[in-house]
Every structure is written in structure tokens, then in C-alpha cells.
């Protein structure tokens, strides 16, 4: 839905496996683990997941530098997120029951950070509030201003001119793509003003389900603890990690709710899916694992939708 398309010029933890901070960037805590996910190797460069002892999130180690970051989320990223579209008009309709539920009389400033195509900003934008769009790519948020004729600013001009502003900010999709989160959290939630909300929303894709249980027996079971192929999520939670993040830096409770939702199992098959065995399997899987998850805790799934506010 909204996902930041290019992350290099936010800072980047750089730092090697012997000097980084013994804490996950979710929870905190200092205990960790190799974990099931074992590593990628993209550009020749190898990166392992730990898993935190204390919330069961995985992440990355050592984090990509910002050179790796330009090429991650460059041009070829804008096809991941075609294949791979995790909000769709659902989670958009998410946001706008509760934009519609705050200031209803007078509706503020929304500030959608890491904005992608503009569609949030633009239903926002009808409902009264003063809609700004953050995006890290020159280029893209150009052409969304364009389309949308709304504004949208980058990265360092958004914390130089939205300070302390946002009512509402709104963060999609961004949060597992962030490299030095004891930096880059603060200066998100900088951007809200003093009892203004944040929405947050993203993947779970260390958190219990049936399908997630499925992913690490057979990554266990099999012989390769390696794949190639690039570190675009560099955080992978659990409720209990994401929950702690929010908490750790300041912000109060109001909602937060666990679903779960197709990718990356495809959303629908068609005949021509029939044949093949690994897609009709996987969707298989996730349509029990959803069923699974809908009569299980309230914890089970994959994805999440935050409510907090800035004290």
C-alpha cells in the first residue's frame, strides 16, 4: 500500500556484528539468537537474522549500508511492490475510519509517511484534512504531486517544516524497512504534534500462524540456511515486538488489532494456477491458516493496525 521507495538518504546503522548495540530494534532486548530465517546474500554481501530470546522478532545483522539501500529500493522495487501489494483498499479504508472518527468537526493535518502512490493522501484530502505526503525519492515525489496535486516532500524538508504539526501521521509499510531505528523513530514520531495520533500499519512475519509455522519447518528441515536474494525487509516482527517498539518510545495505547492477510501466499488462483504446485499450495495453506488464525488468539496472524498517540 504505502511503502517508502527509497530509504538511502535516511541514516544507517554501519556499524560491524562486534560493535552494534546487543538489543533488538523492536523490544529491546539485549538477548539473541541465531535464528530459523538463517541469511541472504544479495550483492555479494551476506546478512543474517537474529531472533530476539525476548519478543521472537528476527533481524537483520549487519544492517545494509545506505549505498545497498539506494540500490535495494531503486526502480526494479516499484515491480516487487506491483506483485507484492499488501494494503490495497482495505487497509486504506482502515485509515479513513479513523480519520473520520478524530476531529470530526475540524480536521487537521495528515502527514502519510512514506506516501507511495498517493492514494491515502487523496481520501484524506476529501475528508477535509490538509493532506502532505513524505517520500525519500525525488523523482517519486514529484510525479505523485503531479498526479495528486497534492503536496509531498521529502525527507529532511518534512522534519525541517513539519515539526511538531501532524494531528494524525500515518506509517505504512515502513517500519521493517528501517536500518537505524533508535534514530529514525524519533524523528517520525518529532513530526507529530503533542496528543496527536499515529497509525501504523505492516507484516508480521515472525508472528504466530499456521502458515508461518509452515515457512520455518521446512526452512529447518532443509539443508540451505541461505538464500540469495536482497534484504528488502530488514525487520521481521512479532506482535509482542511490534507492541514493544511503540511502547519503548513513548506512546500510548489506544488500538491494536492482528489480521491475516494473503501475501506472500497470491490472493487468488485461477485455472491457469491449477498445474502448478507450489501456488496452489501455498494458497491452500494460507486460506487454513487464516481459518486457523480467525478462531485462534487474537494474536495470530500476519499483519498489524496500530493506534497510539504522542504524549
Known amino acids: 500500500m504505502t511503502l517508502v521507495h527509497e530509504l538511502s538518504d535516511l541514516p544507517s546503522n554501519t556499524s560491524s556484528h562486534e560493535e552494534r548495540l546487543p538489543e ?4 529491546g532486548g539485549a538477548r539473541a539468537k541465531p535464528s530459523w530465517l538463517g541469511s541472504t546474500i544479495y550483492d555479494g554481501c551476506t546478512y543474517t ?3 530476539c530470546e525476548v519478543c521472537g522478532s528476527l533481524y537483520c545483522d549487519p544492517m545494509p549500508h545506505s549505498e545497498v539501500l539506494a540500490r535495494l529500493y531503486g526502480p526494479e522495487y516499484q515491480d516487487v511492490l506491483a506483485d507484492h501489494e499488501n494494503g490495497g483498499e482495505r487497509e486504506i ?5 479513523h480519520l473520520s472518527a478524530v476531529h470530526q468537526s475540524a480536521p487537521g493535518l495528515f502527514v502519510d509517511y512514506g506516501c507511495g502512490r498517493g492514494q491515502l493522501l487523496q481520501e484524506a484530502s476529501r475528508l477535509g484534512w490538509r493532506a502532505v ?3 525519500f525519492d525525488r523523482e517519486v515525489a514529484a510525479s505523485v504531486a503531479r498526479e495528486t496535486g497534492i503536496e509531498v516532500v521529502g525527507g529532511d524538508e518534512a522534519h525541517r517544516s513539519l515539526r511538531g504539526r501532524a494531528d ?3 506509517l505504512g509499510d515502513v517500519i521493517e524497512h528501517l536500518t537505524a531505528i533508535h534514530e529514525q523513530m524519533p ?7 503533542p496528543g496527536g495520533i499515529l497509525i501504523a500499519q505492516g507484516p508480521l512475519e515472525s508472528n504466530t500462524s499456521l502458515f508461518t509455522f509452515a ?5 529447518t528441515a532443509g539443508r540451505a540456511r541461505s538464500a540469495a536474494m536482497p534484504p528488502y525487509h530488514v525487520l ?3 506482535a509482542a515486538g511490534q507492541r514493544g517498539l511503540f511502547r519503548r518510545f513513548g506512546l500510548r495505547l489506544l488500538s491494536f488489532e492482528v489480521s491475516e492477510v494473503a501475501w506472500p501466499a497470491p490472493q487468488r488462483i485461477g485455472l491457469r494456477d491449477i498445474g502448478n504446485v507450489r501456488t496452489v499450495g501455498m494458497f491452500t495453506l494460507r486460506l487454513v491458516s487464516q481459518f486457523f488464525s480467525r478462531i485462534g488468539p487474537r494474536d495470530w496472524g500476519n499483519r498489524y493496525f496500530y493506534v497510539g498517540q504522542r504524549t
Request: net charge negative; proline share 3%; glycine share 4%.
Open 24 to 27: 533488538c530494534p523492536l523490544c
Open 49 to 51: 537474522y537474529l531472533e
Open 93 to 97: 479504508s482502515s485509515v479513513i475510519r
Open 133 to 135: 505526503g513524505v517520500e
Open 168 to 170: 494524525v501521521l500515518h
Open 187 to 193: 524523528a517520525v514520531i518529532d513530526l507529530i504534534a
Open 215 to 219: 515457512l520455518w519447518l521446512a526452512r
Open 236 to 238: 521481521l516482527a512479532t
